[in-house]
């Protein structure tokens, strides 16, 4: 008598394909699952969260040979916490707390989401994390975050104190055209706060994953001529900022306000450390590209 068991085969083939992509999730994730069973006191735990070991099976210890890997300053409420956990329904379902792993520190959250009750005994599951590189990660973005808000307000602060200077100028100026030489500053550096406004809420975009692009004919002379005007003020002086104007005319399809960043940054970067002689910005054909440059003679 014979049985057709491919069926089985299928499900069992599916069961370790799922299997198996859970496990690689875990990983990628630095997560795992967790059970505690207050009658045997074993830990139970899958994932990443084996630290103890290198192969890919469920392993189990006993909450105390656990808590032993457990910084000092944790194990007491990490205790106080499992215990109200066992006891209590309203206990927090949260805690994180820190493993001495090899001389190294490691960060973990662990959390409960389920509960089972028996006369005797109580088992806890959830799910267990190695939060280490996520903090570290969202320390390093705090750092940046930090740097470039810093850098900014620098920024802001070169066209603001131009602005209201030359304002103040423009109002007592009686000369026809030295009234027109401060409005032009003023304008031009006008131009330039607002770039740097735009920039801020640029990367508030890029979070928020929104950033677009918006296509269409860039003039490339008028562009560099543009950036080269807007930046004039923030040359130090006895340096010059100049155009190669004898340039070809060249048409791109692209977004001009970014195409004016990038450009902007890398002229900005060369005023900063240009204390003499000049800045040339321009571009020239490589193949059927062009290649914009910033040449200066600073540091």
Request: glycine residues 4%.
């Amino acid at each position: 008598q014979y049985r057709d068991i491919t069926g089985r085969s299928v499900v069992r083939l599916k069961l370790e394909k799922k299997q198996k992509d859970l496990c690689e999730v875990e990983k990628a994730a630095r997560i795992g699952l967790w059970a505690y069973d207050s009658s045997t006191r074993l830990f139970t735990y899958s994932g990443y969260t084996r630290i103890f070991c290198n192969d890919e099976e469920q392993k189990q210890i006993s909450i105390d040979e656990y808590m032993n890997y457990m910084h000092l300053d944790d194990k007491a409420r990490f205790s106080q916490w499992l215990e109200e956990n066992l006891k209590e329904k309203d206990a927090s379902n949260t805690v994180n707390y820190r493993l001495l792993i090899d001389g190294k520190t490691v960060n973990m959250r662990i959390k409960t989401y389920h509960k089972e009750v028996y006369m005797q005994r109580t088992v806890l599951e959830g799910y267990i994390q190695n939060t280490s590189e996520i903090v570290w990660k969202a320390e390093r973005s705090n750092q940046l975050k930090s740097a470039f808000l810093a850098n900014m307000s620098h920024e802001i602060r070169t066209p603001l104190n131009a602005i209201v200077g030359f304002s103040d100028l423009l109002v007592e100026a009686e000369d026809i055209e030295e009234r027109k030489e401060y409005v032009k500053i003023v304008r031009n550096n006008n131009e330039l706060l607002l770039q740097l406004i735009t920039d801020i809420l640029d990367l508030s975009k890029i979070e928020a994953g929104t950033f677009d692009f918006t296509y269409g004919d860039v003039n490339v002379n008028l562009l560099c001529e543009n950036i080269v005007r807007s930046m004039e003020m923030k040359v130090s002086e006895g340096v010059a900022l100049v155009f190669d104007s004898n340039l070809p005319q060249y048409h791109l399809i692209s977004d001009r306000n970014r195409l004016h960043q990038v450009i902007s940054n890398f002229v900005n970067n060369a005023i900063k450390f240009t204390s003499q002689g000049s800045i040339r910005v321009g571009y020239q054909m490589k193949g059927a590209e062009l290649e914009f440059y910033a040449q200066d003679t600073g540091i």
